[in-house]
């Protein structure tokens, strides 16, 4: 009896490592805690990744689209393993120099069940978060008053972070030019891209064991691929 109960119980821990593990576009980080979308912006025109014919493979992601022609952009998404959260390589290959990477990320809500099935980050779970920005670091609180969370981003060293309106969010540029008057608030952000550069993002709550700056991500994600 005693094997059999450890033997489901080891298979449970599997499972559940699996979940935790699966991501598809946009990335969400578990219980709620927030949603991490991407886009691309070339010249006048911008399109969100999760609009694009995206291949994956495992936490691998491949994506093509006409808005850089022959060109791919690749993302690696793995979990942390010292906290809840992921981390996120972004490449590319062929692809055109005036590309801009375009992100953004809210949406932090314990109450939420589900992402929702369009893709967006859902403005009606956005109302709650307040975000403290520094650089290409932010913080975000939500949840109830008195049991207040937070979650931590960190970003490319280039990324210029904005407040922006979760209900403007048709494309990548729409919402970066939206403004900050809005009862949804997210963050956004267009970065330079040399696409010959690997670029990384890091979304996580905070402990003893996990307190990264930008310049850890790139060992992060090795110790992480491993």
């Not at 291949?55 to 994506?63: G, L, R």
Request: some cysteine; hydrophobic content about 40%; proline content about 5%.
């Amino acid at each position: 009896m005693n094997r059999i109960t450890i033997h489901l119980t080891g298979i449970l821990m599997l499972l559940s490592i699996g979940i935790s593990c699966a991501q598809t576009l946009p990335f969400h980080l578990p219980e709620g805690a927030g949603s991490f979308r991407l886009g691309i912006v070339n010249g006048t025109e911008s399109r969100w990744l999760d609009e694009c014919r995206v291949k994956q493979h495992q936490q691998n992601f491949t994506i093509t689209d006409d808005l850089w022609k022959g060109g791919e952009v690749r993302l690696t998404v793995l979990p942390l393993s010292d906290t809840q959260g992921f981390i996120v390589e972004a490449s590319g290959k062929g692809l055109p120099d005036s590309l801009q990477l375009c992100w953004a990320f809210g949406a932090c809500d314990e109450t939420i069940q589900a992402p929702p099935a369009d893709n967006v980050i859902a403005p009606a779970s956005c109302a709650d978060n307040v975000f403290s920005i520094e650089g290409n670091e932010f913080l975000v609180y939500y949840g109830k008053v008195m049991a207040l969370r937070t979650v931590i981003g960190i970003a490319p060293l280039s990324s210029v972070i904005r407040l922006s309106d979760a209900h403007r969010q048709t494309t990548p540029l729409q919402l970066w030019e939206s403004g900050k008057k809005t009862d949804s608030p997210v963050i956004s952000s267009c970065c330079p891209w040399d696409t010959d550069e690997k670029l990384y993002f890091c979304f996580y709550h905070q402990n003893e064991r996990a307190d990264y700056n930008y310049y850890l991500l790139p060992d992060l994600f090795q110790k992480e691929a491993k």
